[in-house]
């Protein structure tokens, strides 16, 4: 049995977060072990949560686009045409994340050392009216705590090659990575909560957005096409194929997110699965799913573009 991951969560934000900081640290703890128990992942030994404020939030993640950047200009050394249109591309979400704070309840990204961290805007939660909102709270903090076991299943390599900047080089510009991830984030973060809390109450009062959080939403938010698409649809897929394939069987997946499913499989799952299944289970008599202790981390390059 692993040794439980230590959930340590720092205010950067304000003094006045301190009770938020202390709710969240309860219900991250709380959420942690029933993440891995859904999910057959294991969490990394330490994962850290920053409640951050909004320029914290906007430097954070724009520290993270930069690195990943640099990182991948080096191993890859795509084109001039390539860079330039990276670089406009990571300008767009630079001037994106002047308001997507609102709209992300949480992130998570690759800290300065490497590792998975979690972001969170208390301010954001106030004006999205879930502040106090424990019911949302765990459904979130579930959700998210899959990612850092997510990274670590697939030998850190998911955040890379999700957020990369040059997909074409990457050979995932055509794969669903966000409509896997965050499907079978969603999946779990569903799952946990209800082990965790049961169901909510049918009188459940509603969050009560500020305006701010209402214009943003109905102007600047992610298309709902697009939201729905990557989270609901992407939640549907993973529901299916897990049923199909069982947790142990669709974790082989994560060392190999190569095999992830393009956009038009995610429409034909069936098609998928029978696709990838002699590739992942070459003898399935034999065979057993990788604990994270035995993953070795590849070399993200070993993820090449498909011809």
């Known amino acids: 049995m692993p040794h439980p991951s230590d959930i340590h969560v720092e205010n950067e934000a304000s003094r006045r977060h301190n009770g938020l900081s202390r709710r969240i640290e309860h219900i991250a703890g709380e959420c942690a072990p029933i993440v891995e128990d859904v999910t057959g992942l294991v969490l990394p030994p330490r994962v850290l949560i920053r409640l951050v404020s909004v320029g914290g939030f906007i430097d954070a993640c724009k520290a993270h686009r930069e690195r990943l950047f640099t990182a991948e200009l080096q191993e890859l050394a795509p084109p001039a ?179 992830t499913p393009t956009h038009k499989e995610t429409a034909t799952p069936d098609e998928w699965i029978n696709r990838i299944l002699p590739i992942l289970l070459p003898d399935e008599a034999n065979d057993s799913p990788p604990s994270s202790s035995e993953l070795t981390p590849p070399r993200i390059s070993t993820v090449k573009p498909r011809t």
């Open 81 to 259: 045409e390539r860079v330039r249109a990276a670089r406009q591309h990571l300008q767009n979400l630079h001037k994106r994340d002047g308001g997507f704070w609102l709209w992300s309840g949480a992130q998570t990204i690759l800290s300065e050392q490497g590792s998975a961290e979690i972001l969170m805007v208390p301010k954001g939660l106030r004006h999205a009216g879930r502040y106090n909102d424990d019911w949302w709270l765990c459904l979130a903090m579930a959700h998210e705590l899959c990612h850092p076991a997510q990274q670590r299943a697939s030998g850190g390599t998911f955040i890379t090659l999700r957020s990369t900047p040059f997909p074409q080089e990457r050979g995932t510009d055509n794969l669903a990575l966000a409509e896997l991830t965050e499907g079978h984030a969603m999946w779990a973060g569903h799952r946990a909560r209800a082990k965790l809390l049961g169901d909510p109450p049918s009188d459940q009062p509603a969050g009560k957005p500020s305006w701010l959080y209402r214009r943003y939403m109905a102007k600047l938010a992610p298309p709902a096409s697009s939201t729905d698409a990557t989270y609901v649809g992407g939640e549907d897929f993973t529901t299916y194929v897990l049923r199909r394939m069982g947790t142990d069987t669709f974790n082989h997946l994560w060392p190999r997110l190569d095999l």
